[in-house]
């Protein structure tokens, strides 16, 4: 283990105001933050992959993962931020000439704040996602009782491994799944309707169920190019484990792809191929890949990486039409292909949202401060921004 025994404990000086440092209690590697007054022991690893939390950022009375950008309260180990759904552990803390760590804590439980006029019973969350299954979690964690109905194709997995370590084969099956909090009804339902006024959900089955409070968490979709030809068998998006298997499948079978799209699921795409021996070419129409999001330098410093790994780029085009054996760009380059991957980012799935449900998500009596009291509609996404040292980040979504 690295850094001292907590339980024998530091001098107080050790650890200033806004300081962090790493030690072990029992074998565990446990992070000491101070602000102000207060000492905190919290786990060190974060509980999403493990990241290092001695390296992250203290923001308050929280901890930011460096990694994936997940955050933790510093006095309860609860996860408040995507894309971690478990808590960290936190230890008792003796604080005078020196800080020792006594042992593993409690957590502070969770209850709905009084004075609530309409709390629901019955709670349904359309969309399994990261923030879907949140959702569920945190309704949990913070005592809600009722019943909850969450809804999907497929059950919650950890996005950010279907282009990363799952796609590129150093990631087990067993890795991709989210944990889902006891006691949810989960249905493997598409929902085709929404009747905002009486809270109705229509499943693609045609049957019907009510609820007394909706939560729309549907993220979005792969955004779909018209491509003359991009309506092949052989013509990829990724977003769902089934797309990632099906990568993985044309990878198996054919060693060329064009991948369609610069940006960061274009470039996750390329690395993993490449990690299975696949010659990769990459077509986009910017000049320098993530230079709009990350500028030239690091886009830069980004292509050279792939290249360095026998990555082509073909930038500062489009594609004129996809083939079943090439990729013809709109410079006239015809690039062998035994597969193609479009990732061209994506576009909020807000068919539900229709004109009477965002009327609903504005009636009168709603509570910004508890969300499960609302029985009305109300929309959550994952997608978003975090506090980083380098300002705010996109964090996985």
């Known amino acids: 283990m690295t850094g001292p025994d907590l339980k024998a404990g530091i001098a107080s000086k050790d650890l200033p105001d806004g300081g962090t440092l790493v030690g072990h209690v029992d074998g565990e590697a446990v992070l000491l933050v101070r602000r102000g007054r207060d000492v905190f022991a919290i786990g060190a690893a974060c509980t999403h992959y493990g990241g290092p939390l001695g390296e992250g950022l203290v923001v308050g009375d929280t901890i930011h993962c460096p990694w994936h950008h997940a955050c933790f309260d510093l006095r309860t180990g609860e996860p408040i931020r995507a894309p971690a759904l478990l808590p960290e552990p936190v230890y008792d803390v003796e604080v005078g000439d020196r800080i020792r760590v006594k042992g593993k804590g409690v957590a502070a439980g969770f209850s709905p704040p009084g004075g609530l006029k309409a709390v629901p019973t019955r709670i349904a969350i359309v969309g399994a996602g990261a923030a879907g299954n949140a959702a569920a979690d945190m309704l949990r964690r913070r005592g809600f009782t009722g019943s909850i109905a969450m809804f999907g194709p497929e059950d919650p997995v950890d996005r950010p491994n279907l282009s990363k370590e799952y796609l590129a084969g150093s990631a087990p099956e067993e890795w991709l ?65 089934a797309n990632s298997r099906s990568i993985i499948a044309a990878a198996q079978a054919g060693k060329s792809a064009v991948i369609v799209g610069a940006g960061f699921i274009g470039l996750e795409v390329a690395a993993s191929l490449r990690a299975r021996n696949v010659d990769v070419s990459v077509v986009a129409p910017e000049d320098i890949p993530l230079a709009r999001i990350m500028g030239d330098d690091v886009g830069r410093f980004v292509q050279r990486l792939h290249e360095s790994h026998g990555v082509r780029f073909f930038l500062g085009t489009g594609v004129k039409s996809i083939d079943r054996d090439a990729v013809v760009t709109a410079n006239g380059d015809r690039l062998t292909s035994n597969f193609v991957v479009i990732g061209a980012g994506v576009r909020p799935n807000t068919q539900l949202a229709s004109k009477r449900a965002r009327q609903a998500s504005t009636l009168p009596g709603m509570s910004r401060d508890f969300p499960i009291a609302l029985p009305v509609t109300r929309f959550a996404s994952s997608i978003g921004s975090s506090p980083s040292s380098r300002g705010k980040q996109r964090p996985e979504t």
């Open 177 to 241: 799944p989210l944990p889902i909090a006891d006691g949810i009804d989960f249905v493997h339902r598409r929902v085709t309707k929404l009747d905002a006024p009486t809270k109705t959900l229509t499943l693609d089955d045609g049957s019907t169920r009510s609820f007394d409070a909706i939560l729309i968490a549907t993220g979005a979709d792969p955004i779909r190019l018209p491509i003359p030809g991009s309506d092949q068998p052989h013509v990829h998006y990724l977003r769902t484990s």
